[in-house]
């Protein structure tokens, strides 16, 4: 798990092991999970969670999860200092990029899996376009920065330098 924590927003990414037993298409399921999570991370992370927060779920079946947490102000609700409400939003099959600094570092890892590579804003990203295995996404995510799920203006700019397939 990792989370990224400001103001306005707190991500938190976690991959296929920590989400494995979640079934996404029971809310039950989801609620539950949610509600653990919560817990987790004020207990474990220091984090001061309460309130409403609007939650968007990606979803991608090579990584597992992100999960973007943002805090609405709303006026007309008083919340206690532990008490959390919240609006889930999961998205399904969501691509992500893994944003890295240098292709040649990890170009050894991709060599037998399905991929894109995409220039965008003079920064690489790499799409897989088939699973890979835990070891190789491990060495995968050690090279890269950023795990990206808002990828639409990445791949509509038209950069694909290869595709490996």
Do not use: P, W
């Amino acid at each position: 798990m990792k989370i990224n924590s400001s103001d306005e927003e707190i991500i938190i990414y976690l991959n296929n092991h920590y989400i494995d037993k979640v079934n996404f298409l029971d809310v039950d399921s989801i609620e539950d999970y949610m509600n653990d999570l919560m817990e987790n991370l004020k207990k474990n992370y220091d984090l001061k969670i309460n309130g409403y927060y609007n939650i968007d779920v990606y979803r991608n079946d090579i990584y597992g999860i992100i999960i973007s947490m943002k805090k609405e102000d709303i006026e007309y609700y008083e919340y206690f200092n532990d008490q959390v409400d919240m609006q889930i939003t999961i998205h399904n099959n969501v691509e992500f990029l893994y944003k890295i600094n240098d292709f040649f570092f990890i170009k050894n890892y991709l060599s037998n899996n399905d991929f894109s590579l995409y220039k965008y804003n003079n920064e690489l990203y790499i799409k897989l376009n088939k699973k890979v295995d835990y070891i190789n996404l491990g060495n995968i995510l050690e090279y890269c920065t950023e795990i990206c799920y808002d990828i639409d203006k990445i791949i509509k700019a038209n950069n694909l330098l290869f595709c490996n397939k």
